[in-house]
């Protein structure tokens, strides 16, 4: 069935470094790419998505590159500050769906000052 | 605009019983998702609603149902409860269905079987 992997699971970086997350997906069919951030006792919160048309999306400091010949799609931060600790979680759509998101597993991300 | 609200916060059931979530939309989303999350499984799509029709299912068996009301609103139950069904139970919408506007999600009703 339709799948979407995410790498990696933990991710800890220093105050002010870059943090990527990287998924693939394996539905040729899937046209939408979100990223949700969800934190402790809350429900994922859509941060940046990204739709097959384009190769990539900024938004100050996050970033999302799509290369749908090779399935798949990264998270970039840069200049992570203490607040950007959270799970991070991709996903893709099946088929024309919006409603039906196939997730990741989410990475964890810890920020240190 | 006031987010997605799910109703209640926290659920504790017994094994055989059953439970109704209910969930409001962003005003004015037509679409309302349903998805369960665990920390084996992450997010999985239960179903998705729009304009009172069931437009998409998961994998889920027949035990989880749900509904969508004239208003948007929308419940999803749980009948036959057992111990794996203890979850995050999340609701989301958007303005349409389809690829064309973002989900967004409530926090959720926690509901645990024991």
């Known amino acids: 069935g339709e799948n979407v992997e995410q790498h990696p699971s933990t991710l800890s970086v220093q105050e002010g470094d870059s943090a990527v997350i990287k998924c693939t997906y394996s539905?040729?069919?899937?046209?939408?790419f979100p990223w949700y951030k969800q934190e402790l006792g809350k429900g994922p919160q859509l941060i940046i998505d990204i739709r097959s048309n384009v190769g990539e999306k900024k938004d100050q400091r996050i970033a999302v590159t799509l290369n749908k010949t090779a399935k798949h799609f990264s998270l970039h931060i840069t200049e992570t500050q203490p607040e950007d600790s959270a799970v991070y979680f991709c996903?893709?759509?099946?088929?024309?769906?919006?409603?039906?998101?196939?997730f990741g597993k989410g990475t964890k991300l810890s920020v240190k000052p | 605009k006031a987010g997605v609200t799910q109703t209640p916060r926290y659920l504790i059931k017994t094994r055989g019983q059953q439970v109704t979530l209910s969930c409001s939309p962003i005003s004015g989303h037509r679409s309302v998702s349903w998805y369960q999350q665990t920390p084996g499984q992450g997010l999985q799509f239960l179903f998705e609603y729009f304009s009172e029709t069931q437009r998409n299912k998961g994998n889920f068996p027949g035990r989880f149902s749900g509904r969508q009301f004239s208003n948007s609103r929308s419940e999803m139950n749980v009948s036959t409860l057992e111990l794996g069904d203890s979850a995050l139970y999340l609701c989301?919408?958007?303005?349409?269905?389809?690829?064309?506007?973002?989900?967004?999600f409530g926090n959720g009703t926690r509901l645990t079987v024991t």
């Open positions: 539905d040729s069919a899937s046209n939408y």
């Open positions: 989301a919408s958007s303005p349409q269905t389809g690829v064309r506007s973002p989900l967004h």
């Open positions: 996903a893709a759509s099946i088929g024309g769906s919006q409603g039906n998101l196939i």
